[in-house]
């Protein structure tokens, strides 16, 4: 219960990594606001905001806006501050990566990653830490990506280079808000086998390709996302500030892909 009585607002909050972070916050005793977009996911933020009330005996609600747009934001936030109480915890969580090669890329497709994936971070962090700063506490944590550091594909550059933005905003932050007693801070996730790559794991190929690239040999899961997300919003990492945690098994620590010199150098050896 590190994070008892605490109220967190979790972007894209209804499904795969976003889910995983509301059910780790809950676990620990945060009250919890489940944001979702889509009328589609309004029943998955529906059904998990029931199962953590019932599971962890919690006050949670669900609340849609389009976090990249200031207006949906603003009502969004003061909805949860209504109903739960100021903000106290935001996950950053809401993210696309729509696939498309830079001479393909369209304006509407890079216009929309960067809204969602960095504009988003921007509205919902100057709307929260107003009132994070007169109470002199906050915890704001960003879920980034290894693409934060690597170049992780050659078919999405607007999202490689959103999550770039991501994660010097958070360091940014880190310098301006620090002094308020807020702690910002990111979380790079490497692939993760959630709805959102479902459609690109679904190749054998590409899925060992992505296991063989890890040191670890194995993709990693939600739940280590989540718990990554706790700590960092716990009284554990008063300490920490403007970091990039990456939850990538090492991925961001090698240069070279498998298919590059390993096997070369292995013969060497032999």
Request: negative net charge; proline residues 3%.
């Amino acid at each position: 219960m590190r994070l008892k009585n605490r109220i967190a607002l979790v972007t894209g909050g209804s499904r795969g990594i976003g889910a995983a972070i509301v059910e780790r916050l809950a676990e620990e005793g945060a009250d919890v606001a489940i944001n979702y977009t889509s009328p589609g996911s309004k029943e998955k933020a529906e059904q998990l905001k029931q199962k953590v009330i019932e599971t962890f005996h919690v006050r949670a609600m669900i609340v849609k806006a389009n976090v990249g747009i200031k207006q949906e934001v603003e009502q969004m936030i003061a909805e949860v501050e209504s109903t739960l109480g100021a903000v106290e915890i935001l996950v950053n969580n809401a993210g696309v990566a729509p696939f498309e090669p830079f001479l393909k890329l369209t304006e509407e497709t890079w216009d929309q990653t960067y809204q969602t994936n960095v504009k988003s971070i921007f509205l919902t962090t100057q709307r929260v830490a107003k009132k994070m700063i007169e109470k002199r506490f906050g915890k704001i944590i960003n879920i980034t990506s290894t693409a934060s550091l690597l170049v992780t594909s050659p078919v999405i550059p607007h999202y490689i280079s959103s999550k770039a933005a991501a994660s010097h905003l958070t360091k940014a932050l880190a310098i301006e808000l620090g002094k308020f007693n807020i702690n910002v801070n990111a979380v790079g996730p490497s692939t993760v086998a959630t709805d959102m790559c479902h459609d690109y794991l679904k190749d054998s190929e590409i899925l060992e390709k992505e296991i063989q690239a890890n040191p670890m040999k194995r993709l990693g899961n939600e739940k280590q996302i989540g718990d990554a997300v706790v700590f960092l919003a716990s009284e554990e990492a008063m300490q920490v500030n403007g970091h990039l945690l990456m939850v990538d098994g090492g991925l961001t620590v090698k240069a070279a892909q498998p298919e590059d010199h390993l096997e070369q150098e292995r013969n060497l050896i032999i």
